[in-house]
Protein backbone atom coordinates (compact mmCIF):
# COMPACT_ATOMS: atom_id res chain seq x y z
CA UNK A 1 0.00 0.00 0.00
CA UNK A 2 1.74 3.25 -0.83
CA UNK A 3 1.73 6.35 1.16
CA UNK A 4 -0.72 8.03 -1.13
CA UNK A 5 -3.25 5.23 -0.74
CA UNK A 6 -3.06 5.39 2.90
CA UNK A 7 -3.50 9.20 2.72
CA UNK A 8 -6.78 8.71 0.39
CA UNK A 9 -8.63 6.11 2.99
CA UNK A 10 -8.05 8.80 5.78
CA UNK A 11 -8.93 11.50 4.13
CA UNK A 12 -12.27 9.93 3.15
CA UNK A 13 -12.73 8.05 6.28
CA UNK A 14 -11.04 9.99 9.59
CA UNK A 15 -9.94 7.81 12.11
CA UNK A 16 -11.27 6.84 14.83
CA UNK A 17 -14.88 8.62 14.42
CA UNK A 18 -14.77 11.87 16.86
CA UNK A 19 -17.23 14.50 17.72
CA UNK A 20 -14.97 17.96 18.63
CA UNK A 21 -18.09 18.60 20.49
CA UNK A 22 -17.94 16.14 22.78
CA UNK A 23 -14.74 17.24 24.42
CA UNK A 24 -17.35 19.17 26.86
CA UNK A 25 -18.74 16.24 28.28
CA UNK A 26 -15.23 13.92 28.60
CA UNK A 27 -11.56 13.20 27.97
CA UNK A 28 -10.93 9.86 25.90
CA UNK A 29 -8.16 8.08 27.88
CA UNK A 30 -6.73 4.77 27.43
CA UNK A 31 -3.20 2.83 26.15
CA UNK A 32 -0.62 3.88 25.83
CA UNK A 33 0.19 6.95 26.31
CA UNK A 34 -1.84 7.85 29.30
CA UNK A 35 0.57 10.15 31.27
CA UNK A 36 0.93 8.24 34.82
CA UNK A 37 1.29 4.68 32.74
CA UNK A 38 4.36 6.58 30.89
CA UNK A 39 5.66 7.47 33.85
CA UNK A 40 5.49 4.33 35.24
CA UNK A 41 7.03 2.17 32.36
CA UNK A 42 9.44 4.37 30.71
CA UNK A 43 10.93 7.27 33.66
CA UNK A 44 11.03 4.57 36.80
CA UNK A 45 7.80 6.89 38.51
CA UNK A 46 9.66 10.44 38.00
CA UNK A 47 8.25 13.45 36.19
CA UNK A 48 10.07 16.53 36.51
CA UNK A 49 7.78 19.46 36.53
CA UNK A 50 10.86 21.37 35.67
CA UNK A 51 11.75 19.61 32.49
CA UNK A 52 9.56 19.71 29.28
CA UNK A 53 8.33 16.45 28.71
CA UNK A 54 9.00 16.53 24.34
CA UNK A 55 6.01 13.79 23.15
CA UNK A 56 5.51 13.13 19.26
CA UNK A 57 2.53 11.48 18.13
CA UNK A 58 3.42 9.72 15.18
CA UNK A 59 0.22 9.25 12.98
CA UNK A 60 -2.03 11.16 15.08
CA UNK A 61 -5.52 10.19 13.87
CA UNK A 62 -8.58 12.26 14.80
CA UNK A 63 -6.45 13.16 18.28
CA UNK A 64 -6.82 10.84 21.06
CA UNK A 65 -3.40 10.56 22.18
CA UNK A 66 -2.50 14.00 21.24
CA UNK A 67 -5.62 15.65 23.23
CA UNK A 68 -5.13 12.77 26.29
CA UNK A 69 -1.32 13.42 26.51
CA UNK A 70 -1.97 17.38 25.81
CA UNK A 71 -4.21 17.71 28.27
CA UNK A 72 -2.73 15.10 31.14
CA UNK A 73 0.72 17.16 30.48
CA UNK A 74 -1.07 20.71 31.31
CA UNK A 75 -3.26 19.26 34.50
CA UNK A 76 -0.09 17.98 35.58
CA UNK A 77 1.77 21.25 35.44
CA UNK A 78 4.97 20.00 33.30
CA UNK A 79 5.23 22.70 30.18
CA UNK A 80 6.15 19.74 27.79
CA UNK A 81 5.07 20.05 23.83
CA UNK A 82 3.12 17.45 21.90
CA UNK A 83 3.92 17.28 18.20
CA UNK A 84 1.25 15.87 16.28
CA UNK A 85 1.87 14.16 12.54
CA UNK A 86 -0.18 12.35 10.10
CA UNK A 87 -0.70 12.39 6.88
CA UNK A 88 -4.50 13.15 6.29
CA UNK A 89 -5.97 16.96 6.72
CA UNK A 90 -8.78 15.29 7.49
CA UNK A 91 -7.87 13.99 10.84
CA UNK A 92 -5.49 16.70 11.46
CA UNK A 93 -8.71 18.98 11.23
CA UNK A 94 -10.35 16.75 13.69
CA UNK A 95 -7.75 16.44 15.97
CA UNK A 96 -7.47 20.28 15.85
CA UNK A 97 -11.36 21.04 16.65
CA UNK A 98 -10.91 18.61 19.27
CA UNK A 99 -7.75 21.00 21.09
CA UNK A 100 -9.36 24.21 20.42
CA UNK A 101 -12.90 22.99 22.12
CA UNK A 102 -10.31 22.03 25.19
CA UNK A 103 -7.93 25.44 24.51
CA UNK A 104 -5.25 23.70 24.47
CA UNK A 105 -1.90 25.18 23.56
CA UNK A 106 0.54 23.15 24.12
CA UNK A 107 0.33 21.17 20.72
CA UNK A 108 2.10 21.48 17.44
CA UNK A 109 0.29 20.33 14.16
CA UNK A 110 2.17 18.71 11.39
CA UNK A 111 1.04 17.29 8.22
CA UNK A 112 3.63 14.54 7.09
CA UNK A 113 4.49 10.91 7.50
CA UNK A 114 6.63 8.79 10.49
CA UNK A 115 9.26 7.48 7.77
CA UNK A 116 10.97 11.38 7.17
CA UNK A 117 11.59 12.84 10.77
CA UNK A 118 14.61 14.41 10.34
CA UNK A 119 14.70 17.88 12.11
CA UNK A 120 11.46 17.23 13.74
CA UNK A 121 13.41 15.29 17.20
CA UNK A 122 14.98 14.42 19.54
CA UNK A 123 11.61 13.37 21.71
CA UNK A 124 11.60 12.37 25.21
CA UNK A 125 8.22 9.77 24.52
CA UNK A 126 7.12 8.70 21.18
CA UNK A 127 3.27 7.38 21.30
CA UNK A 128 2.73 5.29 17.93
CA UNK A 129 -0.33 3.77 18.32
CA UNK A 130 -2.35 1.73 15.53
CA UNK A 131 0.00 2.79 12.58
CA UNK A 132 3.18 0.48 12.31
CA UNK A 133 1.05 -2.29 11.32
CA UNK A 134 -0.46 -0.30 8.33
CA UNK A 135 3.26 0.39 6.60
CA UNK A 136 4.34 -1.57 3.84
CA UNK A 137 7.75 -1.37 6.05
CA UNK A 138 6.96 -1.61 9.89
CA UNK A 139 10.53 -2.29 10.18
CA UNK A 140 11.81 1.03 8.38
CA UNK A 141 8.69 3.04 10.34
CA UNK A 142 9.86 1.94 14.00
CA UNK A 143 13.84 2.31 13.13
CA UNK A 144 12.52 5.62 12.01
CA UNK A 145 10.64 6.47 15.22
CA UNK A 146 14.32 5.40 16.88
CA UNK A 147 15.71 7.51 15.35
CA UNK A 148 14.02 10.31 16.82
CA UNK A 149 14.49 9.08 20.11
CA UNK A 150 16.35 11.34 23.18
CA UNK A 151 18.33 9.39 24.96
CA UNK A 152 16.47 7.85 28.13
CA UNK A 153 13.49 8.02 26.56
CA UNK A 154 11.34 5.57 25.29
CA UNK A 155 8.56 4.69 22.68
CA UNK A 156 4.24 3.73 23.53
CA UNK A 157 3.22 1.35 20.37
CA UNK A 158 -0.11 -0.38 20.16
CA UNK A 159 0.02 -3.30 17.16
CA UNK A 160 -2.70 -5.41 15.82
CA UNK A 161 -2.44 -9.25 17.22
CA UNK A 162 -3.81 -12.27 14.84
CA UNK A 163 -5.84 -14.94 17.53
CA UNK A 164 -8.16 -12.29 18.87
CA UNK A 165 -8.63 -11.06 15.02
CA UNK A 166 -9.49 -14.69 14.19
CA UNK A 167 -12.05 -13.91 11.13
CA UNK A 168 -10.87 -10.13 10.00
CA UNK A 169 -7.98 -10.83 7.45
CA UNK A 170 -10.30 -13.89 5.67
CA UNK A 171 -12.70 -10.96 5.09
CA UNK A 172 -10.73 -8.21 4.29
CA UNK A 173 -9.68 -10.70 0.83
CA UNK A 174 -12.59 -11.43 0.28
CA UNK A 175 -13.57 -7.51 -0.04
CA UNK A 176 -10.81 -7.04 -1.86
CA UNK A 177 -12.34 -8.96 -4.56
CA UNK A 178 -15.55 -7.12 -4.83
CA UNK A 179 -14.49 -3.92 -4.19
CA UNK A 180 -11.02 -2.96 -5.89
CA UNK A 181 -11.28 0.41 -8.26
CA UNK A 182 -13.66 1.33 -6.52
CA UNK A 183 -14.74 4.96 -4.66
CA UNK A 184 -14.52 4.55 -0.93
CA UNK A 185 -18.39 5.08 0.05
CA UNK A 186 -19.28 1.83 -2.18
CA UNK A 187 -16.44 0.12 -1.12
CA UNK A 188 -18.10 0.84 2.84
CA UNK A 189 -21.71 0.55 1.44
CA UNK A 190 -20.84 -3.03 -0.40
CA UNK A 191 -19.29 -4.42 2.69
CA UNK A 192 -22.09 -3.32 4.82
CA UNK A 193 -23.99 -5.29 3.11
CA UNK A 194 -21.85 -8.78 3.08
CA UNK A 195 -21.72 -8.22 6.66
CA UNK A 196 -25.42 -8.75 6.75
CA UNK A 197 -25.38 -11.53 4.37
CA UNK A 198 -22.65 -14.05 5.93
CA UNK A 199 -23.35 -17.41 6.54
CA UNK A 200 -23.41 -19.34 10.13
CA UNK A 201 -20.23 -20.55 9.84
CA UNK A 202 -18.42 -17.44 9.60
CA UNK A 203 -15.41 -16.65 11.90
CA UNK A 204 -16.06 -12.74 12.07
CA UNK A 205 -19.55 -13.16 12.81
CA UNK A 206 -18.39 -15.96 15.70
CA UNK A 207 -15.75 -13.37 17.10
CA UNK A 208 -16.84 -11.80 20.12
CA UNK A 209 -14.27 -9.61 20.47
CA UNK A 210 -14.40 -7.77 17.49
CA UNK A 211 -16.99 -5.03 17.10
CA UNK A 212 -15.59 -2.13 14.57
CA UNK A 213 -17.81 -3.57 11.51
CA UNK A 214 -20.75 -2.60 13.78
CA UNK A 215 -19.74 0.81 14.01
CA UNK A 216 -18.98 4.06 11.99
CA UNK A 217 -18.51 3.86 8.72
CA UNK A 218 -14.67 4.83 9.69
CA UNK A 219 -14.19 2.22 11.76
CA UNK A 220 -15.48 -0.38 9.47
CA UNK A 221 -13.14 0.93 6.88
CA UNK A 222 -10.50 0.31 9.00
CA UNK A 223 -10.89 -3.14 10.03
CA UNK A 224 -12.34 -4.68 6.86
CA UNK A 225 -11.13 -2.33 3.82
CA UNK A 226 -7.74 -1.53 4.66
CA UNK A 227 -5.29 -2.90 2.22
CA UNK A 228 -2.58 -2.63 4.42
CA UNK A 229 -2.68 -4.75 7.43
CA UNK A 230 -0.40 -7.39 9.28
CA UNK A 231 -0.86 -8.55 12.84
CA UNK A 232 2.33 -9.38 15.48
CA UNK A 233 2.43 -12.16 17.96
CA UNK A 234 4.18 -11.31 20.81
CA UNK A 235 7.25 -13.06 19.94
CA UNK A 236 7.01 -11.00 16.23
CA UNK A 237 6.93 -7.88 17.78
CA UNK A 238 9.83 -8.45 20.11
CA UNK A 239 11.55 -9.59 17.34
CA UNK A 240 10.60 -6.00 15.37
CA UNK A 241 11.39 -3.84 18.29
CA UNK A 242 14.87 -5.91 18.15
CA UNK A 243 15.04 -4.55 14.81
CA UNK A 244 14.98 -1.08 15.57
CA UNK A 245 17.32 -1.41 18.37
CA UNK A 246 14.78 -1.91 20.62
CA UNK A 247 13.38 -3.88 23.57
CA UNK A 248 10.09 -4.58 25.08
CA UNK A 249 10.25 -3.26 28.88
CA UNK A 250 6.56 -4.13 29.41
CA UNK A 251 2.72 -5.02 27.88
CA UNK A 252 -0.27 -3.17 28.80
CA UNK A 253 -1.90 -4.61 30.86
CA UNK A 254 0.47 -7.37 32.62
CA UNK A 255 -1.78 -9.38 33.74
CA UNK A 256 -3.44 -10.14 30.46
CA UNK A 257 0.11 -12.02 29.80
CA UNK A 258 0.55 -13.73 33.08
CA UNK A 259 -0.48 -17.08 32.80
CA UNK A 260 -1.37 -17.61 36.77
CA UNK A 261 -3.95 -14.74 35.55
CA UNK A 262 -6.27 -17.45 32.96
CA UNK A 263 -4.92 -21.31 34.70
CA UNK A 264 -4.69 -22.16 38.13
CA UNK A 265 -4.10 -25.44 38.32
CA UNK A 266 -0.42 -25.39 39.56
CA UNK A 267 1.02 -28.47 38.07
CA UNK A 268 0.24 -26.60 34.91
CA UNK A 269 1.98 -23.65 35.64
CA UNK A 270 5.13 -25.61 36.76
CA UNK A 271 5.53 -27.11 33.26
CA UNK A 272 6.36 -22.72 32.56
CA UNK A 273 9.10 -22.25 34.94
CA UNK A 274 11.86 -21.40 33.72
CA UNK A 275 10.89 -19.57 30.80
CA UNK A 276 10.85 -15.91 30.46
CA UNK A 277 8.47 -13.40 30.93
CA UNK A 278 8.39 -12.62 27.25
CA UNK A 279 7.85 -16.57 26.71
CA UNK A 280 5.09 -16.75 29.12
CA UNK A 281 3.42 -13.86 27.83
CA UNK A 282 3.53 -15.19 24.39
CA UNK A 283 2.23 -18.84 26.07
CA UNK A 284 -0.69 -16.24 27.49
CA UNK A 285 -1.60 -14.94 23.53
CA UNK A 286 -1.79 -18.47 22.60
CA UNK A 287 -4.33 -19.70 25.05
CA UNK A 288 -6.35 -17.21 25.72
CA UNK A 289 -6.73 -16.85 21.92
CA UNK A 290 -8.95 -12.99 22.11
CA UNK A 291 -6.28 -10.23 22.32
CA UNK A 292 -7.28 -8.12 19.90
CA UNK A 293 -4.14 -6.09 20.33
CA UNK A 294 -0.61 -5.84 21.64
CA UNK A 295 0.36 -2.48 23.66
CA UNK A 296 3.91 -2.13 24.41
CA UNK A 297 6.20 0.04 25.88
CA UNK A 298 9.57 -0.01 23.71
CA UNK A 299 12.81 1.10 25.27
CA UNK A 300 16.91 0.81 24.45
CA UNK A 301 18.44 -2.38 26.01
CA UNK A 302 20.58 -0.30 27.72
CA UNK A 303 17.71 1.81 29.35
CA UNK A 304 15.69 -0.86 30.71
CA UNK A 305 17.24 -1.38 34.12
CA UNK A 306 15.22 1.36 35.78
CA UNK A 307 13.08 2.35 33.63
CA UNK A 308 9.71 0.66 35.23
CA UNK A 309 8.86 2.01 38.69
CA UNK A 310 9.18 -0.72 41.56
CA UNK A 311 7.31 -0.88 44.89
CA UNK A 312 10.32 -0.69 47.14
CA UNK A 313 10.67 2.21 48.83
CA UNK A 314 8.92 4.71 51.51
CA UNK A 315 9.23 7.78 48.90
CA UNK A 316 7.08 5.63 46.34
CA UNK A 317 3.59 7.36 45.58
CA UNK A 318 0.89 4.87 44.37
CA UNK A 319 -1.04 6.68 42.08
CA UNK A 320 -4.73 4.95 41.32
CA UNK A 321 -6.29 4.78 37.64
CA UNK A 322 -10.13 5.14 36.86
CA UNK A 323 -10.26 3.46 40.88
CA UNK A 324 -12.16 5.69 43.92
CA UNK A 325 -10.01 4.09 46.86
CA UNK A 326 -12.01 5.53 49.50
CA UNK A 327 -15.23 4.28 47.88
CA UNK A 328 -13.89 0.55 47.20
CA UNK A 329 -12.19 1.07 50.30
CA UNK A 330 -15.70 0.68 52.34
CA UNK A 331 -17.01 -2.16 50.44
CA UNK A 332 -13.92 -4.10 50.79
CA UNK A 333 -13.53 -6.64 53.59
CA UNK A 334 -9.83 -7.44 54.66
CA UNK A 335 -8.74 -10.06 52.48
CA UNK A 336 -11.25 -9.12 49.70
CA UNK A 337 -11.04 -9.17 46.18
CA UNK A 338 -11.86 -6.98 43.07
CA UNK A 339 -13.78 -8.34 40.01
CA UNK A 340 -12.00 -6.85 36.45
CA UNK A 341 -13.16 -7.85 33.57
CA UNK A 342 -10.17 -9.48 30.81
CA UNK A 343 -11.00 -10.07 27.41
CA UNK A 344 -14.64 -10.37 28.14
CA UNK A 345 -14.37 -12.57 31.40
CA UNK A 346 -14.84 -11.44 34.96
CA UNK A 347 -11.77 -12.35 36.91
CA UNK A 348 -11.39 -12.10 40.62
CA UNK A 349 -8.24 -10.25 41.78
CA UNK A 350 -7.63 -11.29 45.03
CA UNK A 351 -6.48 -8.13 47.38
CA UNK A 352 -4.32 -8.53 50.82
CA UNK A 353 -5.62 -7.37 54.47
CA UNK A 354 -4.07 -4.43 54.14
CA UNK A 355 -6.00 -3.40 50.95
CA UNK A 356 -9.01 -1.35 52.41
CA UNK A 357 -6.64 1.33 54.82
CA UNK A 358 -3.98 1.59 52.17
CA UNK A 359 -6.69 2.52 48.94
CA UNK A 360 -8.34 4.78 51.37
CA UNK A 361 -5.05 7.19 51.50
CA UNK A 362 -4.03 6.49 48.18
CA UNK A 363 -4.56 10.47 46.73
CA UNK A 364 -2.00 9.94 44.06
CA UNK A 365 -0.14 12.46 46.62
CA UNK A 366 1.06 10.68 50.14
CA UNK A 367 3.94 8.12 49.91
CA UNK A 368 3.97 4.54 51.21
CA UNK A 369 5.91 6.04 53.61
CA UNK A 370 3.16 7.97 55.04
CA UNK A 371 0.95 6.29 54.14
CA UNK A 372 2.65 3.11 56.56
CA UNK A 373 2.96 6.14 59.29
CA UNK A 374 -0.90 6.60 59.52
CA UNK A 375 -1.82 3.00 59.38
CA UNK A 376 0.69 2.11 62.09
CA UNK A 377 -0.69 4.48 64.34
CA UNK A 378 -3.53 1.94 64.90
CA UNK A 379 -2.65 -1.18 63.32
CA UNK A 380 0.96 -1.50 64.82
CA UNK A 381 2.14 -2.86 62.15
CA UNK A 382 5.75 -2.38 60.93
CA UNK A 383 6.86 -1.27 57.68
CA UNK A 384 8.35 -4.60 56.47
CA UNK A 385 4.98 -5.94 56.69
CA UNK A 386 3.67 -3.21 55.07
CA UNK A 387 5.24 -3.25 52.41
CA UNK A 388 4.93 -7.25 51.63
CA UNK A 389 0.89 -5.72 51.94
CA UNK A 390 1.45 -2.95 49.41
CA UNK A 391 3.48 -5.58 47.18
CA UNK A 392 0.89 -8.03 46.85
CA UNK A 393 -1.66 -4.90 46.55
CA UNK A 394 0.67 -3.56 43.37
CA UNK A 395 0.72 -6.72 42.16
CA UNK A 396 -2.93 -7.25 41.68
CA UNK A 397 -4.09 -3.47 40.73
CA UNK A 398 -1.06 -2.69 38.49
CA UNK A 399 -1.49 -6.07 36.74
CA UNK A 400 -4.77 -4.21 35.67
CA UNK A 401 -3.61 -1.41 35.20
CA UNK A 402 -5.56 0.08 37.78
CA UNK A 403 -2.30 1.80 39.71
CA UNK A 404 0.66 3.01 39.00
CA UNK A 405 3.88 4.74 41.14
CA UNK A 406 5.42 7.89 40.96
CA UNK A 407 8.91 8.92 43.02
Same mark, same amino acid.
Not at 28 to 52: C, I, N
Not at 71 to 85: C, E, I, M, R
Given at each position: ????? %??????????????????????????????????????????????????????????????? %??????????????????????????????????????????????????????????????????????????????????????????????? *???????????????????????????????????????? =? %???????????????????????????????????????? *??????????????????????????????????????????????????????????????????????????????????????? =????????????????????????????????????????????????????????????????????????????
Amino acid at each position: MSIDD %LRAQYEAYPYPARDPADEKKRLVTGSPSHLDEVVHYVFGGRLDRDRPLRVLVAGGGTGDGTIM %LAQQLADSGNAGHVTYLDLSEASQAVARARAEARGLTNIDFRRGSLLELEGLGPFDYIDCCGVLHHLDDPAAGLRSLAGALAPGGGIGLMVYAPL *GRTGVYPMQAALRAMTEGLPPAEKVALARRLVQQLPPSNW =L %LANPFVTDHRQADANLYDLLLHSSDRPYSVGELAELAESA *GLAIGALIDPARYDPATWIKDPRLLKRLEGLSWLERAAWAERVTGGMTKHVAYLLRSADLDGAVARPDGPEVVPVLRDLDGPALAKS =LPPGGSLEVELLGSLIPIPLPRLAGPILARADGKATLGEIHAAIAATSGVNWDQFLTQFQQLFKALGGVGKMHLRR
